[in-house]
């Protein structure tokens, strides 16, 4: 699979991210099919968090691969850090941040994580805190690269004020349908402009700062509505999606990752999807490049008004 370079750092990628978030929803044959699938297609860039099936992803992906010294050279592995359903709060405080990795490590059989977010902005976030846990888990060698998830320029700023780690992945919500990240950059001093600036132009911030934005939930419209692939809701974006696909030779879900992969940002989509074809599909959108013209099609069929 083609590949980037996650942020500024050396770490060479594959452009479609595995989440693991629905690995639990398999049993032990089909999650070992799954994950050996997903290596012999060039997808061994796998993505989990701690609280995914309250930790049992993490110790279902473990087993599924059989994790082992050899395996683990042949993958790239991400978790993340810093929510606390338990306590129903964020916490990026120093301590939990060192055992939320100890934990991490513990049940994904592995000495260390290539990539460790921050869960989740933390409001009550004390950045020297954070700084001395990266500095800990680097120096250690059980974390080699930090980012985060869901923060916006001033909070990622904050953080690299005391941080000396680069910041190399932004992980947000982004879709076809769910792109006002995009949308927000066409109506500069629009009055009745068609998308409100609620996120202080993250998407053109993580370019300057060479700061690898992962789109999660690629496929969602609204706050997990559901699918817009195939939805009645949104007819229009479908029929062209649809006539895109039938131009290329591949399915509506090639399409729409290819969508995200046709930004110059240099995306990393995050794929939930625990279907090997559907997996498939979306690796296969590396290798289409969507024209300008395609690309803004789709983007006017979701809704989305140029000014």
């Known amino acids: 699979m083609r590949t980037i370079k996650l942020g500024a750092s050396a770490l060479e990628v594959p452009v479609v991210a595995v989440g693991c978030m629905r690995i639990n929803s398999l049993d032990k044959p089909q999650a070992e099919r799954f994950v050996q699938t997903a290596l012999e297609i060039g997808a061994n860039f796998f993505e989990h968090a701690d609280i995914y099936g309250g930790g049992k992803c993490e110790e279902i992906f473990a087993d599924a691969i059989g994790m082992s010294p050899s395996v683990r050279e042949k993958i790239i592995l991400q978790s993340k850090c810093g929510i606390r359903p338990d306590k129903g709060m964020f916490d990026f405080s120093k301590e939990h941040i060192l055992n939320s990795v100890d934990g991490i490590l513990k049940r994904l059989k592995t000495e ?3 990539v460790l977010l921050l ?3 933390d409001t009550l976030v004390e950045p020297e805190e954070v700084a001395e846990a990266f500095d800990q888990l680097e120096q ?3 974390v080699r690269h930090f980012g985060v998830s869901n ?3 001033m909070q990622i700023q904050l953080l690299r004020k005391y941080v000396k ?3 190399v992945a932004n992980q947000l919500q982004l879709s076809i349908t769910n792109a006002t990240m995009i949308s927000q950059g066409f109506n500069v001093n629009m009055e009745n402009a068609a998308a409100v600036n609620r996120d202080g132009s993250i ?5 300057l700062h060479d700061i690898t934005i992962q789109p999660w939930s690629p496929f969602q419209y609204g706050f997990f509505e559901g699918v817009f692939l195939g939805s009645e809701k949104f007819p229009e974006l479908n029929e062209k999606i649809d006539e895109v696909a039938a131009k290329y030779g591949v399915t509506n879900t090639t399409i729409a990752i290819a969508w995200l992969l046709r930004h110059p940002a240099n995306m990393q989509p995050v794929i939930g999807t625990m279907n090997i074809e559907r997996l498939k599909d979306c690796v296969r959108a590396a290798d289409i490049r969507l024209t300008r013209e395609e690309w803004y099609e789709i983007f006017r069929a979701a809704g989305n008004i140029l000014p």
């Open 165 to 167: 780690q680069p910041i």
């Open 151 to 153: 923060q916006n320029p």
């Open 140 to 142: 250690s060698g059980k």
């Open 203 to 207: 998407l053109d911030f993580c370019r």
């Open 112 to 114: 260390y994580l290539d």
């Open 119 to 121: 869960h989740r902005p």
